[in-house]
Each structure stands twice: as structure tokens, then as C-alpha cells.
């Protein structure tokens, strides 16, 4: 399911991690070759991407919310 990107933050091993509006969080590693966001190592890279929808696969298995807004 298709949900938008509301904001970002680190995970304890300082990777990108998108906080969606459904509630739930997704890592966005920029760790090429096998994940090219470059976007996401700049604070307006990032900032450019809110409001871009990903597939959230939690959403699509039911389950709960990891934050709530």
C-alpha cells in the first residue's frame, strides 16, 4: 500500500529511516550498488522526498503502527 513520506530519523546504527503517515517507519539506505538514494544523504535531498509515497509492506501485512503521527 502507498503511503506518504512525513518525515525522516536515524536508526541506532545512523541509517535513514521514513517516518509514513500511515504510522509505520521504512529504511531508505543509500548503500550502493544495491540501494541508490543519494537523496537521502542530504538534509534538502530529504527534504525534497516529503509528501513521495512508498510501498509500505507493514500496511500491507496488518501490522501495528511503530509511531503515532
Same mark, same amino acid.
Given at each position: 500500500?502507498?503511503?506518504?513520506?512525513?518525515?525522516?530519523?536515524?536508526?541506532?546504527?545512523?541509517?535513514? &529511516?521514513?517516518?509514513?503517515?500511515?504510522?509505520?517507519?521504512?529504511? &531508505?539506505?543509500?548503500?550502493?550498488?544495491?540501494?541508490?538514494?543519494?537523496? &537521502?544523504?542530504?538534509?534538502?535531498?530529504?527534504?525534497?522526498?516529503?509528501? &513521495?509515497?512508498?510501498?509500505?509492506?507493514?500496511?500491507?501485512?496488518?501490522?501495528?503502527?511503530?509511531?503515532?503521527?
Amino acid at each position: 500500500m502507498k503511503q506518504p513520506i512525513i518525515g525522516f530519523h536515524t536508526d541506532e546504527e545512523d541509517h535513514w &529511516v521514513a517516518r509514513l503517515g500511515c504510522g509505520h517507519n521504512q529504511h &531508505v539506505r543509500h548503500d550502493p550498488p544495491w540501494q541508490l538514494r543519494p537523496w &537521502v544523504t542530504t538534509k534538502s535531498g530529504r527534504e525534497s522526498h516529503i509528501g &513521495v509515497e512508498l510501498d509500505c509492506k507493514k500496511c500491507d501485512r496488518g501490522e501495528p503502527k511503530d509511531h503515532t503521527g
